[in-house]
């Protein structure tokens, strides 16, 4: 598969089979993505990947706490501006028509909200972590190690997606994963094969035109 192929099929899946694969796969994927491009050659990344009973337990003790708030831990800046605000607003009206709940049904769209929690029905859980003492270049390596992850997954047939949502919970994982100080969890990953069948994989985002971000000088 070429890279542009592999670009082109990845997307944040929703709805996973909850046959897992196998362990060489997912240790193969997450091992090869260590390829990635790192400043100094730090590789700031620590990854954990979960299945079966061990992911199970985590997400049940998860379920039971109470989310952690701060300015770390959220997705998106305070007050996000244009044309950022349009673009999220537009790609959440999209995911919740693509299973039929309306902007009245505020349950509803909580509900799908909290599917975030249980990493969408995925069987594998992969949690990427840092040391919290590393700072924004660091963190520009793991968006390189996490790109390179979801692709190599693609190659290998399958599906995921990447949630900024485990920050809320990064005392309580850092516990249950046993993270040694100073290391918190920065992303984690949904990974598994995608149900076909689920209306919110049915879901494509929309990408800006060049036009509207990229400029090219001196060609």
């Not at 299945?51 to 379920?63: F, I, N, R």
């Not at 300015?71 to 996000?80: A, C, E, F, M, T």
């Not at 069948?197 to 879901?203: E, F, G, H, R, V």
Request: hydrophobic share 40%.
């Amino acid at each position: 598969m070429e890279v542009t192929q592999a670009l082109r099929a990845r997307r944040s899946v929703r709805a996973f089979l909850p046959d897992a694969p196998p362990a060489a796969t997912v240790q193969t994927i997450l091992q090869e993505a260590a390829q990635a491009a790192s400043g100094g050659n730090l590789q700031p990344w620590r990854v954990v990947a979960l299945t079966g009973a061990p992911l199970q337990e985590l997400l049940a003790v998860v379920a039971q706490a109470q989310p952690e708030e701060g300015p770390d831990n959220q997705s998106y800046p305070p007050g996000l501006w244009e044309p950022y605000r349009t673009r999220r607003f537009a790609n959440g009206e999209d995911l919740y028509r693509s299973i039929g709940i309306p902007r009245e049904d505020k349950a509803g769209r909580l509900q799908q909200l909290a599917k975030n929690a249980e990493l969408f029905g995925a069987p594998v859980g992969i949690f990427v972590c840092v040391d919290e003492r590393m700072g924004q270049p660091q963190w520009a390596d793991l968006g390189i190690y996490l790109q390179s992850l979801m692709l190599l997954a693609v190659q290998h047939g399958l599906a995921t997606c990447a949630q900024g949502f485990w920050r809320r919970y990064a005392g309580t994982l850092q516990q249950q994963l046993g993270l040694p100080e100073p290391y918190r969890v920065a992303f984690g990953v949904a990974l598994g094969y995608e149900d076909a069948a689920a209306p919110i994989n049915t879901l494509r985002s929309s990408r800006a035109p060049w036009a509207e971000w990229g400029e090219m000088r001196g060609f």
